[in-house]
């Protein structure tokens, strides 16, 4: 059993899922779970403390939460000595195009060359559409770049992108990861 980290950003709730849903699998691989919402870190907390990392954060208007990459940045080094994945969550990663998703992996990319930090493991991870949750301003844009992408501009519903098979995948290859590292 493996202590795991598994931390993130969200703004609207999907990326916190996705960790949920993350730590579940790790869980289920017997590994003892923490899950930190970095917005709201406990006092004295290090990534140090466990024998491995999952962060993951979203991506709004081209850039992950700035609180997440300076977390990253400030424990670099920790976490370099971890097996350590990165999951970013955005709306481009739920492009049915392949090209079309290149943003995602490009996003995902600049958070990693922005925080000189280089995990295991990486995943961009398709979002929501919350527009319940959004004021009039930010329903009003994502309507307009949602009708551009997907065309799910019904405000009047939420929409969910994310593959939690693929996602429950890349969590059972990180306990895999977990378990060989704690072997040697
Ligand atoms: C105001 C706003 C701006 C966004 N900007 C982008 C963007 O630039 N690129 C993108 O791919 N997705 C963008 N998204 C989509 C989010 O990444 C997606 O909704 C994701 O599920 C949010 O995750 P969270 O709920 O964990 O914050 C944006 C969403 C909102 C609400």
Not at 22 to 44: A, C, Q, R, S, Y
Not at 71 to 82: A, G, K, N, T
Not at 95 to 120: K, V
Not at 143 to 153: C, F
């Amino acid at each position: 059993m493996a202590r795991a980290l598994v931390c993130y950003g969200s703004s609207e709730g999907q990326t916190a899922a996705v960790a949920e849903r993350i730590g579940d699998v790790l869980d289920d691989h017997d590994h003892e779970v923490t899950l930190v919402n970095l917005k709201h870190p406990p006092d004295g907390f290090s990534p140090s403390n466990y024998d491995g990392v999952v962060v993951g954060a979203s991506v709004h208007a081209g850039s992950h939460q700035p609180y997440v990459a300076h977390f990253v940045r400030d424990h670099r080094e920790e976490l370099s000595q971890l097996p350590s994945a990165f999951v970013s969550v955005s709306l481009s990663a739920a492009h049915a195009d392949e090209a079309e998703r290149a943003p995602a992996r490009e996003m995902l990319e600049a958070f990693l060359d922005e925080t000189g930090w280089a995990p295991d493991e990486t995943l961009t991870v398709a979002g929501a559409l919350k527009y319940s949750q959004y004021g009039l301003l930010k329903r009003f844009a994502m309507k307009r770049i949602a009708g551009k992408a997907s065309g799910d501009t019904d405000t009047s519903r939420d929409y969910e992108y994310t593959d939690w098979e693929a996602l429950e995948a890349f969590a059972d290859e990180f306990a895999a990861l977990l378990e060989s590292s704690r072997e040697e």
